[in-house]
């Protein structure tokens, strides 16, 4: 099911679009959570138009857990669409 913006009562729930949303969002709570600066996430609509606001992604080294990456990452500053 892929998800058009067009479609005003649309969801993106269970969707890939929908799931990196979620994916960002919630890396978006680790980082703040870790000290480290990143910018705002984007609402649905604004994230299905323009894009993520910042990109996450982690080497499983890191650790199967956010609660295990979040010891892992201290400070720092992610810029927008970065």
């Known amino acids: ?47 299905l138009e323009e894009g993520p606001s910042f990109v996450f992604l982690f080497h499983p080294a890191l650790g199967p857990l956010w609660s295990v990456i979040s010891q892992k990452i201290r400070g720092g500053r992610l810029g927008h669409k970065s």
């Open 1 to 47: 099911k892929r998800y058009e913006p067009s479609t005003k009562k649309g969801s993106i729930s269970q969707t890939p679009e929908g799931s990196f949303y979620d994916l960002m969002s919630n890396a978006g709570e680790v980082l703040a959570k870790c000290g480290m600066e990143r910018p705002d996430m984007n609402t649905v609509s604004e994230y």
